[in-house]
């Protein structure tokens, strides 16, 4: 931890020296809730979000809250180490056109509803997602856009990984929407003491409202689980076709980090808000993504009670995305990336949203969450497909 801030009503434990200020100001919002427990915590990536800090980490007592969780529900990473000790450019040319082929990306969805095999199998669907559910079958196994990404790298192991970052696509968006615009509004009837300007409206967790988004929510976790789960089946055939069959995947690792879950700390029984933060319970694996063109890391929690058993879940914007189109260098950034022998897609000024200068730097995040994680494995970009 590098600094503990005392000034509101309950603590904020901070893994980071460089908040900014819209971020701090969120925290403090926070920290200032009647039912919060024991403190905020603040991972080393952590940036403004929408009403919560992007890693940020908020334990409740008998609510939950639509906005710490976020827009894009169960949004997370997947990872797979293949026995392929390293590949060629050409190959990897042929995995990222075949994968191009296969996985819509950005804004675009498959044009045919997938098998319903692939959709999380469940009873009666919850009402927002049985909605948008005939469109949730054609975005299963879609990237999206902004940060998500399919990357390929080789280890610290010696081996190729494949690594996917994406969520919920528009299901989570939808749930997420509905269930923040209602507890506004019970909020405003109830005449609250947390201020609407918070963005922080709350659910008490015995109400039908807090049921029916725990619910909702679960759905979309697992439906951000099925769409990686089909985008790395995916990509593990376009594997299998150049290699002629000659590759073996090892068991996916899987993790989400926009999500809430009754968890027990300091012996009490809590709702855990993690938005843009991973779990990292003691020997837990977790997956920390760089930015592109930089290292990402298979990691094992330590269980640090004081984050609430938690790390970050990547690198960290240190730019917005108008920004990073505005002030960084095209040529600059193509140029990191093609001395590093990183096949990309950066070709435009608009792409520089995800360039890798618009983020911290993952060695710097890496070194301030030394109490939380070990790291197992390093992994070097290769091949990327961003949203």
């Known amino acids: 931890m590098k600094q503990v801030i005392s000034s509101e009503n309950r603590p904020i434990k901070m893994w980071l020296d460089d908040i900014e200020g819209n971020a701090l100001a969120q925290a403090k919002n926070m920290a200032n809730l009647p039912f919060v427990h024991r403190h905020v915590a603040l991972m080393p990536d952590a940036h403004s979000g929408y009403g919560m800090p992007i890693g940020g980490v908020l334990a409740t007592k008998g609510v939950i809250i639509p906005n710490a969780v976020g827009v894009d529900i169960g949004c997370g990473m997947c990872a797979m180490r293949t026995s392929l000790d390293d ?38 669907l919850p009402p927002v997602v049985e909605r948008h559910y005939e469109k949730a079958s054609k975005q299963i196994g879609s990237l999206g856009g ?38 506004k509004q019970l909020n405003e009837r109830w005449h609250t003491s947390v201020p609407a300007s918070y963005d922080l409206a709350f659910l008490p967790i015995e109400t039908d409202e807090a049921h029916a988004y725990m619910n909702e929510m679960n759905y979309c976790v697992e439906f951000a689980f099925a769409n990686r789960r089909l985008m790395m089946e995916r990509v593990q055939h376009a594997f299998l076709e150049v290699f002629k069959g000659d590759v073996v995947f090892d068991e ?62 990547g690198a960290g914007r240190l730019m917005g995305r108008k920004q990073a189109q505005r002030e960084l260098d095209l040529q600059s950034e193509i140029k990191k990336l093609n001395d590093k022998g990183i096949i990309h897609g950066i070709r435009h000024q608009k792409d520089l949203d995800e360039a890798a200068g618009a983020y911290k730097d993952i060695d710097v995040v890496m070194a301030n969450q030394a109490d939380l994680v070990n790291v197992k494995v390093e992994l070097e970009p290769l091949a990327v497909v961003k949203g």
């Open 87 to 124: 590949t060629d450019t050409e190959n990897l040319k042929q995995i990222m056109s075949r994968i191009r082929k296969t996985i819509p990306v950005g804004f675009n969805w498959h044009k045919e509803a997938q098998d319903i095999k692939h959709m999380p199998q469940t009873g009666e």
């Open 146 to 183: 902004g940060n998500h990404f399919i990357e390929i790298q080789h280890g610290s192991d010696g081996k190729v990984w494949v690594m996917i970052h994406s969520g919920s696509r528009n299901l989570g968006n939808q749930v997420a929407n509905y269930y923040n615009k209602k507890a």
């Open 252 to 313: 996916l690792i899987n993790i989400a980090h926009n999500y809430a879950a009754w968890e027990n700390h300091f012996k009490e029984n809590v709702l855990v808000h993690r938005k843009g933060a991973t779990r990292a319970r003691l020997g837990e694996t977790g997956i920390i993504p760089g930015s592109q063109g930089t290292r990402s890391y298979i990691v094992e929690g330590l269980g640090n009670a004081e984050s609430f058993e938690s790390c970050s879940h």
